[in-house]
């Protein structure tokens, strides 16, 4: 990993625990949507890893939020010769990301699309490999019906925040990732949890 993906992660690493500290005690979506509430520094390299180890992957992140997780994910896309497509809703929040992307050597791996989860993933091409489902929790299952049918063979699904904050959302998608065919899947206690599914 090069010393410009290095300084921008570190740089996410020093906003996170500022901001972890600012926000104690508060709650508020319009607090908590201005902050960091990306996948931590425990799942970033787990991702990476698995993600490197594939053949030329598209990737597929639904949920970019400040771009952490996809720094994490173009990086192994630049190793393994694929390429990232980041689904986000809020514009500045893709814009800040995109921003860190340059910073960080990646921008040409990832392209970057703002808009409704759902709707942006209808208009993708088949052929995923590698997704990161992290979005509000509402919409897994959403994304997952989306999705599914747009993977190919041994493809590998992700799926944060399974274990805390948990809920009755994660627990519908661990029972729909876990029913669809020619699919295994685990529960593993890596940062907020992650569901790890592999198609067949």
């Known amino acids: 990993m090069d010393h410009k993906v290095t300084a921008v992660l570190d740089a996410y690493h020093t906003r996170m625990q500022r901001e972890r500290k600012e926000r104690e005690g508060k709650s508020s979506s319009d607090f908590l949507d201005k902050h960091m509430l990306s996948v931590g520094p425990d799942t970033g ?30 990086e192994a896309a630049r190793a393994a010769g694929g390429r990232v497509t980041t689904l986000e809703l809020d514009a500045a929040k893709s814009a800040h990301a995109k921003k860190m992307a340059e910073k960080a050597g990646l921008a040409n791996y990832i392209e970057f699309q703002v808009g409704d989860a759902v709707e942006l993933i209808g208009a993708l ?76």
């Open 45 to 74: 390299p787990f991702i990476n890893l698995i993600a490197r180890s594939m053949d030329a992957p598209h990737i597929l992140e639904i949920g970019t939020s400040f771009g952490y997780s996809g720094i994490w994910l173009a």
């Open 125 to 200: 091409s088949t052929g995923v490999d590698f997704v990161l489902l992290d979005l509000w929790k509402d919409m897994y299952v959403p994304c997952l019906e989306a999705f599914f049918p747009k993977l190919n063979p041994g493809a590998i699904i992700v799926a944060d925040n399974m274990i805390y904050p948990g809920g009755e959302s994660v627990e519908r998608y661990g029972k729909a990732v876990r029913a669809k065919p020619g699919v295994n899947s685990v529960l593993l206690p890596v940062g907020t949890g992650l569901e790890i599914s592999r198609l067949a």
